[in-house]
């Protein structure tokens, strides 16, 4: 599985935190976010999010004492618990590309009874709203500067 800049602990911690984020269910018949093909697109994803990613993994070592995926499921539990309260922006962008990864999957898709297709060329079907509601701000005056 290729690692963009993360070694082999960080994958492993960023793996076994990424499975807590989304286990998987029998229920539903989907696979966690640690499944192999859903955390092979996470790591190709981490793109603009990838040093608040590092930071996310440096925090929940050091929460950790070491390696995170080291652990046993009750101590991973504690520390889960702990950098959800403390974890901050870096964690909000780890668990943004968890899941943006994980709901574009087509196996997650089919269990939510959708097409997994993208929305284009067929499109989706758009509700109509309320086009007054934006009549302040096309009374608003310009917040840009006319260049000639």
Known sequence: MPTPDLTAEQVRDFRAVAGMIIPPSATYGVP??????IFGDILNSLERDHDDICLALAQLSGLAG???ADLDPARRAEIAST????GGAP??????VVLLCYYRDDRVMHSLGLE???PFPR???VEQGDWALLDPVRKRAPMYRVVK
């Open 123 to 125: 499109g989706h079907v």
């Open 91 to 96: 964690l909000a962008a780890l668990v943004r």
């Open 32 to 37: 966690g976010a640690d499944d192999e093909r």
């Open 116 to 118: 997994p297709r993208p």
């Open 83 to 86: 950098f959800r309260e403390t």
């Open 66 to 68: 070491g390696g995170f």
